[in-house]
């Protein structure tokens, strides 16, 4: 029977091996799973049990317990490699994840990875809670890698219309708050909006104008305020700044 994806588990030297069929010919390779929460009090179990049920083992899969708003994650790093380290995943190879979220929360950044580990490995990747990312190939006449691409565009659309839909109407509640001591307010709390006004340690003036007169040292400022050099260097710009506002006291 003529199947053109054709997974079989075989346990050879103590490794998972998938062989299916990529442009025509059976490719074998290596089954690799990832999962990954954003936070260390989070529970990975249920992505472990659909990955194991893929019939994919402990051993190959790789799990991060960090936000998805990088991907300068350890274990995956390990899978697709650094600049100082090779992938894991090697062409044939197949990547498999419960949901594309777990890859990432970044639809652009996703895509690139997807690409790179596409394109630039030569690995196959399945997302299991949604059939159509899947870049096997299948004896239809349909490229479901195309089809995969194809979804993630769409996906990436949605996200940037809804990322630039929440900003417009932030902009437009901007709009409609009152303005009070100097500050949009919001009409639900009352409180202001943005960051609060900086607060200066005691003496800040009297130091800053010795400072800037020449009558100490920024190190000596430093050290009778009890700031590091960063901190101060970054309190001078903020009071400088209300200074040419005329807001500094």
């Not at 588990?9 to 990832?34: P, T």
């Not at 995969?148 to 990436?156: K, N, R």
């Not at 800037?212 to 305020?225: P, Q």
Request: proline share 3%; hydrophobic share 35%; net charge positive.
């Amino acid at each position: 029977m003529s199947v053109n994806v054709v997974i079989q588990f075989r346990d050879i030297s103590a490794n998972l091996q998938v062989f299916y069929r990529r442009g025509g010919n059976y490719i074998m390779g290596e089954v690799y799973g990832y999962a990954r929460v954003s936070t260390t009090d989070q529970n990975l179990a249920r992505q472990l049990e659909q990955l194991k049920q893929f019939g994919i083992p402990e051993r190959n899969i790789r799990c991060d317990k960090v936000s998805g708003k990088t991907f300068n994650r350890r274990e995956y790093n390990a899978l697709v490699g650094t600049s100082d380290t090779a992938p894991l995943l090697r062409k044939g190879d197949l990547l498999v994840i419960v949901s594309l979220d777990r890859l990432g929360r970044n639809y652009t950044e996703i895509k690139e990875q997807w690409n790179y580990i596409i394109n630039d490995i030569g690995a196959d990747i399945v997302v299991l809670d949604m059939p159509l990312l899947d870049t096997r190939q299948t004896d239809d006449n349909l490229d479901k890698r195309f089809i995969a691409d194809l979804v993630l565009q769409i996906l990436s659309y949605v996200a940037q219309k809804e990322l630039e839909n929440t900003r417009r109407r932030q902009k437009q509640g901007l709009a409609v708050m009152p303005v009070i001591n100097g500050k949009k307010t919001s009409l639900k709390t009352g409180n202001p909006i943005g960051r609060p006004n900086a607060e200066f340690p005691a003496g800040w003036s009297e130091y800053y104008e010795q400072w800037r007169v020449g009558t100490i040292t920024a190190v000596k400022c430093m050290e009778n305020l009890h700031l590091k050099r960063s901190t101060f260097y970054k309190m001078v710009k903020v009071y400088e700044a209300e200074i040419c506002k005329g807001t500094a006291h």
